[in-house]
């Protein structure tokens, strides 16, 4: 059992940077692969970020590539998300998510393959 805790979210305006953490629960921690994923007002919870539990491997949703970088603190049980050069249509909740079974070079995009998740915090970019 995994539990997440996610913080960091606020208000920030347009080309400002925020970095959101999720602390999580467990002593296994360090052997799932985690993931960010965002939802805005009306839309489907989409796929922002995801790293391996080595961290060796990230992946990016092509609208924040070269924005936003994910990692992880194994020892500390925490995942990062620190995000640059923020936009508008970045506002959403964002959650951390834990997928357990996968190997140590590889992390799912896929939202239905995370089986724990976070209660979600709120960024907005707005001026």
């Known amino acids: 059992q995994v539990q997440l805790v996610e913080s960091g979210g606020g208000l920030v305006q347009p080309g400002g940077s925020l970095r959101l953490s999720c602390a999580a629960s467990g002593r296994t921690f360090s052997r799932y692969a985690m993931g960010w994923f965002r939802q805005a007002p009306g839309k489907e919870r989409e796929f922002v970020a995801a790293?391996?539990?080595?961290?060796?491997?990230?992946y990016y949703a092509d609208s924040v590539t070269g924005r936003f970088t994910i990692t992880r603190d194994n020892a500390k049980n925490t995942v990062y998300l620190q995000m640059n050069s923020l936009k508008p249509e970045d506002t959403a909740v964002y959650y951390c998510?834990?997928?357990?079974?996968?190997?140590?070079?590889?992390?799912?995009?896929?939202?239905?393959?995370?089986?724990?998740w976070g209660q979600g915090t709120q960024v907005t970019v707005s001026s």
């Open positions: 998510a834990a997928a357990g079974g996968v190997s140590g070079t590889f992390a799912p995009r896929g939202k239905y393959e995370y089986h724990y």
């Open positions: 790293i391996s539990w080595s961290g060796g491997s990230t």
